[in-house]
């Protein structure tokens, strides 16, 4: 990225990354994760995402990094609930379209907005 001039990466991750939030949520979440960590065949991709996030937030790039749960195929809806890691924003559930999901990514391409956070989004 650094070679060819580009600063904003736009990532999106699944459930097991680990967001602050509710203590109590993060302790079950930190814990299947740990036990996720000691299954043989799922260790390598507990492992490689822990080291993606750590190359990500550890860049000098403007990185934001979208937490999605259930995405789904209903249809767009243009509606798109986002929650930052210090817990300010919306209040968001699990589902969310691909549609909604593909629109917010290339939005934040342009927009610094959530640059160098985490974010979790739904519909």
Do not use: C
Not at 8 to 20: D, F, H
Not at 25 to 52: D, I, K, W
Not at 79 to 107: H, N, P, Q, Y
């Amino acid at each position: 990225m650094r070679t060819h001039g580009v600063r904003r990466l736009v990532y999106s991750w699944g459930p097991s990354i680990l967001i602050p939030r509710n203590p109590l949520l993060r302790a079950l979440r930190s814990a299947s994760f740990a036990l996720l960590r000691l299954l043989p065949a799922t260790r390598p991709m507990v492992n490689e995402t822990a080291a993606v996030g750590e190359a990500i937030r550890g860049s000098d790039r403007d990185w934001t990094i979208v937490a999605v749960t259930a995405p789904n195929d209903t249809p767009r809806s243009g509606s798109v609930k986002v929650r930052t890691a210090t817990g300010s924003g919306d209040r968001v559930g699990s589902r969310i379209s691909r549609a909604d999901l593909a629109e917010f990514m290339l939005t934040q391409a342009d927009d610094p907005r959530y640059a160098q956070q985490e974010l979790r989004i739904s519909n």
